[in-house]
């Protein structure tokens, strides 16, 4: 499935809670609860909660949404209409939300803490496989010390009080933003310290970084690494925005080794994603202002979660591994238009996804590859006309940094 993020950012409107008082008094505890295996595997956590009237509502537990929302199907139920919000989903771009007075929510028989109000939209556009009826957001999360333990794909709440006394693994402090309330963390990845929103909404990545950032780290792997290709690619997203994701085989993080590791660029914050939590048993005190990192579930990451779901359907599987072989091959026989036959030093290719369908043939990826040293860009369209047809190179030029085209090759 195309990978989304959903933060919606919206004013501060909802942190006064419906179901208990502030963090003064601790909300009720919910029993532990299941969610689905696939979190964390491109999915978001989905958890079944219900309404007063026992009415069952498929929602999404986003830490990176400010407060709860509704499908518009569900205003009818609502009562009267208090007013419109502005929201924004960074892939689909932004929308006029309505507000509603919130109903309660409830997790079994638990009324969970939310704020005073709820939006609404259409939330469809969110999935085609699930019917998302609403979002959690951290109106209702901040109340709650949450574990969330994906080897056993269940959602415990603790008591935030004692949670410290039990062996949680690593401990990291978390800040609150001033404007909307969402959970940060300042932490060491890729050897800098840097500010990263706590975003279980963010299902494709493990880490996304500001443009420039990114760009600095793309650049330093790309200096770093010899023989091995980078793969990366770029999805236009439904709102026209162009994002980019690299996989890398492996990272260090705390001394330990992050295999098939995705890095994507983030236009607002720097993001802590779900991908990234899905490889620890996480505790995520909102109270104590804490969270806990306890290494676990490392093979599902060294063995199964691995570049085939990164390229994400079987055609592209296949054919942009084959393509950069044969880009490869081109450049070891001197044939790759731009590079000198004996030229030596590293390259990385990245691919963008194209407008044609990726489940058929024909089929054309465009490549981007990057000579260590040199801030031009060669660009190589390779094509594929049938299934079992040999590959070929369609067209070649290069381009300055800010993509200017310097020179068009002819192509063998």
């Known amino acids: 499935m195309k990978i989304i993020r959903a933060i919606i950012a919206s004013a501060c409107l909802m942190f006064l809670c419906s179901c208990a008082t502030r963090d003064s008094v601790r909300p009720s505890l919910p029993a532990e609860t299941a969610f689905n295996k696939d979190a964390g595997r491109g999915q978001w956590i989905y958890v079944m909660l219900h309404l007063e009237n026992g009415k069952e509502l498929l929602f999404i537990a986003d830490t990176g949404t400010t407060g709860a929302v509704l499908d518009k199907s569900l205003e009818p139920i609502l009562g009267k209409r208090l007013g419109t919000r502005k929201a924004n989903y960074p892939f689909y771009g932004k929308v006029t939300a309505n507000v509603y007075k919130a109903p309660k929510l409830y997790l079994g028989s638990t009324c969970l803490a939310t704020g005073n109000r709820i939006l609404t939209d259409d939330l469809s556009r969110l999935s085609s496989d699930r019917p998302i009826m609403g979002i959690l957001g951290m109106d209702c999360l901040r109340h709650y010390c949450i574990q969330l333990d994906f080897t056993a794909s269940k959602i415990r709440f603790l008591d935030p009080d004692h949670s410290e006394n039990e062996n949680l693994g690593e401990k990291f402090l978390l800040t609150y933003t001033y404007f909307d309330g969402l959970t940060l963390i300042h932490m060491n990845l890729f050897g800098q310290s840097n500010t990263y929103l706590v975003d279980t909404g963010d299902t494709g990545d493990d880490v996304a970084l500001k443009p420039k950032l990114f760009e600095q780290e793309l650049r330093k792997s790309q200096e770093q690494t010899s023989s091995q290709f980078i ?16 996989f890398f085989p492996g990272i260090v993080f705390n001394g330990e080794d ?3 590791f995705i890095l994507g660029d ?7 994603g779900l991908r990234f939590l899905s490889r620890h048993l996480t505790t995520l005190n909102f109270p104590k202002r804490t969270m806990y990192l306890q290494r676990s579930n490392v093979e599902s990451f060294a063995d ?4 085939t779901n990164f390229l994400g359907n079987t055609l592209d599987y296949i054919f942009v591994p084959e393509a950069v072989k044969f880009l490869s091959h081109l450049k070891e026989q001197g044939q790759l238009p731009g590079w000198l036959k004996d030229e030596r030093g590293e390259v990385s290719i990245f691919w963008t996804q194209g407008e044609d369908s990726p489940e058929v043939c024909p089929i054309s990826r465009t490549f981007i590859a990057t000579k260590k040293g040199d801030v ?14 040999a ?4 067209k070649a030029w290069r381009t300055d940094a800010s993509g200017h085209i310097l020179n068009e090759y002819p192509v063998p």
């Open 231 to 246: 793969f990366s690619r770029q999805i236009k997203t439904p709102a026209g925005v162009l994002v980019h994701e690299v």
């Open 258 to 260: 992050c295999t098939n």
């Open 266 to 272: 983030s236009p607002g914050r720097n993001l802590l």
């Open 304 to 307: 199964k979660d691995n570049i």
């Open 376 to 389: 031009s860009k060669y660009h190589y369209v390779v094509v594929q006309t049938s299934k079992n047809s």
């Open 391 to 394: 590959l070929k190179l369609q």
